[in-house]
């Protein structure tokens, strides 16, 4: 009774057994581009507010395009906080030290735990899934106490000190080598001489490149809108980043709508301008790295 | 499989043999595997340190009357006693609770369904579709509270404008209980919702096709496939997804501290969470030995609800075939 017929409107060679396409197509790709709407509109809607200024879109209707404002408004931001780029500067900085720090230890840590035996490492390993469970906030307290006795608050050591390695890297490194890195390559480059850690560098390294690059994007994203533990540690505005430069524009003493979207646009308009260009990879990553059935 | 004695540097035709004497059984056993506490030493100490170290700190100074004055003065469990006493803490783990339920099934049912329209291997242009699911997760939480607090606007904003327009009173978000927990819930599902559509995806793509080509031979309608062939072989995933989501969801912050911006949660308390609480009470009241307490109840909270998450999965999977 199913009509399993051969669809002639399907087009080109993607002829295939299940003829979904006619019947969930129109109603799928509607929900779609709604998604992809609801998806997009808090950005455009950033920057019709910054462009339009406050007073435009206190209106009814309000404003729904592009206004001639932008870049009074922006220069207002930088007004309030002649340190803003300086922010924005601060915020790759740590982001990419922290990026490149966990993908080091993670991707190292993580070849020991999924290739390497010695005496403890599934208690390690259990120890590490573990401690991924443990609310991040629990230790928050003492870790402040601990910046201020090593003299790095207020400074940007105070947020990459503490972010350079993470149980989840680890974890998520061990996963990937396991699934990606065949033990028969490494077996016979050992067996013809290779050391471990020729092995780890020549073998492994390349193989988990990819996975790993995707691990520091995650981190350097991370880093970039981490907000609250660089709220308590930085004070100086030359020391901010970005997060911590929009939120001083918030708590100016009224509601600046135009000015606080302003800064979360210029805060944000990098990242988006990265995941142009590695939003795909990061798709892959995030997908690879699922519980699957 | 009764092979046991897998020996270091053998010949390649072992390393498979499961064996109780090797502390990991998937290595490559003709590798020295001393080079491993070489290798994860610099995690560990680090981790040590900057993570372990504060969090076993942590638990001792919650029995301590302890401020950043300097007053360090052992209460035993005060803390702990005022803690069930004080009907901030109540609040806060129902505001919690409230606002993890209501983002959590909206955005279980929609991820789910996004994944199931992305399934079809008739889609066009599916790499763009989901490269555009995972926009809304890379931004920061800032950024989009601050947009969405103004959407939520009591005036003038674009939600409001829109049951105005329907001829509705306007609600202020902010000021009401359940309708700020919603404008919080909802930046929550719109953060979410894409990340976990691919999540969910992946383990779709992985269910075998065979499954469809059977059920599709049986004459079984789309809506049965989905119901009887996709949703069965997620159960995994759906637990993944419920426990991350709790974890995450027990500790939400970010969101309500910003759209209230200060530590109280609302005038009233009316969205004030677990973690902003603790928040409050450490970096507001600088009463660091209560905060402390206030963090080992949340992850008391958190073992417990993932245990029972832990348990329900493993009964239905248990009734499951």
């Known amino acids: 009774m199913s009509s399993v017929v051969k669809e002639q409107t399907i087009p080109r060679a993607k002829v295939n057994k299940r003829p979904k396409w006619q019947r969930m197509g129109v109603g799928g790709y509607i929900v779609l581009a709604l998604t992809t709407f609801l998806s997009i509109f808090p950005f455009y809607w950033m920057f019709i507010v910054a462009s339009n200024g406050t007073d435009e879109i206190s209106k009814i209707p309000p404003t729904l395009v592009p206004g001639p404002r932008f870049f009074t408004v922006i220069s207002n931001v930088y007004e309030v906080l002649p340190s803003f780029n300086q922010a924005l500067l601060n915020t790759v900085y740590v982001g990419t030290i922290v990026a490149v720090a966990q993908v080091f230890f993670s991707a190292i840590a993580g070849f020991a735990f999924a290739k390497l035996n010695f005496r403890g490492q599934r208690f390690m390993v259990l120890f590490v899934i573990l401690t991924m469970m443990l609310p991040s906030q629990l230790g928050i307290i003492p870790l402040f106490m601990l910046m201020g006795n090593l003299g790095l608050i207020d400074t940007l050591g105070a947020l990459i000190v503490p972010a350079l390695v993470t149980a989840f890297g680890v974890f998520w490194m061990r996963q990937v080598i396991d699934a990606q890195v065949p033990n028969e390559l490494l077996e016979s480059a050992s067996i013809d001489g290779a050391g471990v850690f020729r092995v780890y560098w020549s073998l492994v390294l390349p193989i988990i490149a990819q996975s790993s690059f995707v691990l520091g994007l995650f981190s350097f994203l991370a880093t970039w809108n981490d907000f609250l533990w660089p709220l308590l540690v930085l004070s100086t505005p030359e020391h901010f980043t970005a997060q911590v430069a929009v939120n001083q524009l918030k708590s100016s003493y009224a509601i600046d709508y135009a000015l606080n979207m302003g800064g979360a646009f210029l805060s944000t308009a990098p990242l988006i301008v990265l995941f142009i260009f590695v939003g795909r990879r990061l798709v892959r990553g995030v997908m690879d790295g699922a519980v699957k059935g | ?321």
Request: proline letters at 3%.
């Open chain 2, 1 to 321: 499989m009764s092979q046991t004695a897998v020996k270091r540097n053998s010949k390649p035709t072992s390393p498979w043999k499961p064996s109780k004497k090797l502390n990991n059984a998937n290595a490559v056993q003709s590798l020295n595997g001393r080079w491993g506490y070489l290798f994860t030493a610099p995690f560990f100490v680090m981790f040590l340190i900057f993570g372990l170290a504060p969090i076993v700190y942590s638990v001792y100074i919650a029995f301590f009357n302890w401020d950043a004055l300097g007053t360090q003065e052992f209460i035993g469990i005060a803390n702990f006693n005022e803690l069930i006493a004080d009907t901030r803490f109540w609040n806060a783990l129902v505001n919690t609770v409230d606002i993890w339920l209501l983002s959590t099934i909206p955005m279980l049912i929609c991820s789910i369904g996004l994944a199931a329209i992305l399934h079809n291997p008739h889609l066009r242009g599916s790499t763009f579709w989901r490269t555009i699911l995972l926009v809304p997760n890379i931004t920061s939480v800032l950024a989009i509270a601050i947009v969405f607090g103004q959407l939520f606007g009591r005036d003038f904003g674009m939600v409001n404008i829109i049951i105005g327009s329907l001829g509705f009173d306007h609600i202020d978000f902010i000021q009401g209980t359940t309708s700020s927990h919603v404008a919080i819930a909802s930046m929550i599902v719109w953060r979410w919702t894409g990340y976990n559509a691919l999540i969910f995806l992946a383990a779709m793509l992985a269910i075998p096709g065979e499954l469809y080509e059977s059920a599709s031979l049986d004459g079984a309608s789309k809506w049965k496939q989905f119901i009887y062939v996709t949703l069965p072989s997620l159960r995994n995933t759906i637990t993944f997804v419920l426990i991350v989501g709790t974890i995450g969801g027990l500790q939400v912050f970010a969101e309500p501290l910003i759209l209230g911006g200060s530590y109280n949660g609302g005038d009233s308390g009316q969205f004030s969470t677990l973690t902003l609480f603790l928040f409050e009470q450490a970096f507001v009241a600088y009463k660091w030995g209560y905060a402390a307490a206030i963090g080992i109840m949340i992850t008391f909270i958190v073992a417990i609800v993932s245990f029972i998450n832990f348990m329900i999965t493993r009964k239905l999977a248990g009734d499951g075939k």
